[in-house]
């Protein structure tokens, strides 16, 4: 079993990982991470948290980050329905800061995002239910995690439209503007 990886769009350094699925009579099977095979791509991290949210139809979640000495990469997949992923570079030496990309991404097509840390991630529910997968090298730290608005001009982002505009946590409505964020070296 193999894995296959491509830049994201702008941003090099966040691949999208497609794993090798195996179809049968019975439905199918797939491998969704394995840290030697990784390894051998580039990616060699040890995750120290799995979390899941479940979304309904319309809500945003992001741009969160945490800073160092918490800062987090993360393997990020839909397990069901659809999200249209973000992710902004925060990294200032970095000849993509500022940047934005997105994808979408399904249960149906099985591929995940590779984001290291430096990186503020959000996504949006596309479906009814979306429920988001993901595994963090760091463990969640309240003090070191961050908020970056989901709207700001400053970035940019191309959401698809929602009707009636998305639905937002208080923390994702309250949060910082780019130009306040803390920053990556």
Known sequence: MSF????LLNLSDVWVVTPQVFPDER?????TWQADKFSVLGIDVEF?????SLSRRGVLRGLHYQVSPDAQAKLVRAVEGEVFDVVVDLRQSSPTFGKWAGRKLSAADHQMLWIPAGFAHGFL????????LYKASAPYAAASERTIRWDDPAVGIEWPEIDGGPILSAKDADASAFADADLFP
């Open 48 to 52: 120290a948290q799995d979390n899941q």
């Open 27 to 31: 439905g199918e099977f797939f491998e």
């Open 125 to 132: 529910s596309l479906t009814d239910r979306a429920v988001v």
């Open 4 to 7: 296959d990886v491509e830049p």
